[in-house]
């Protein structure tokens, strides 16, 4: 190790501080780029397109209004980018949160691994039918329905937010209740 080592350590160093003070976004997207890219996400970013494909081919979610999220750390979640296409999930379709952030998704993340907003349309015609008040806003659960140990809550945007050990229990616990929900719906008509 030369002089010149600790000297250009330091410029490589305060270029990447400055960046981030400049332009914090575009830093963190290249980083979660990278991170998301790497051969040992492969099986995350896997999972989140199968996730994807089923909620948009089961009708339980718009191609570009769905949001899929699962626990990483105590501290960070992983997530699909907001209007990001839920069938053409890749590395850069995802993103990492920090869950002492205070939003909705770190919120349901606290009660579950895996979280997903998604609009399946009999559940939320059933839920609003029922007049039932919102419930992510301040706490949840509001209005619960169990699945097991997996929970379904409508969300305060007219969502409905299932939230479970996994992303595929998540999205089972959705087209269950979408199910229940025609039935119900048939029923009543």
Known sequence: MTADD????????GSVDRALRMQPGRVTRVADDLLYASPSQRDVVAEFADAGRRLVEGVLAPRTLGVIATRRTATSASRTTPGADLTQIDNRTLESIDLGEDSRLARALAHGHAVIVAWPP??????????????IVSHLPAIDTRIGSDRLVLGDDGSCIAIADSIGAAITSLE??????????RRSS
Do not use: D, I, W
């Open 176 to 185: 269950v209740g979408e199910h229940v929900a025609h039935m119900q719906l």
């Open 122 to 135: 009999a559940l939320l015609a059933v839920g609003v039918h029922l007049e039932a008040p919102p419930s």
């Open 6 to 13: 600790g000297l250009v350590g330091r410029m490589m160093k």
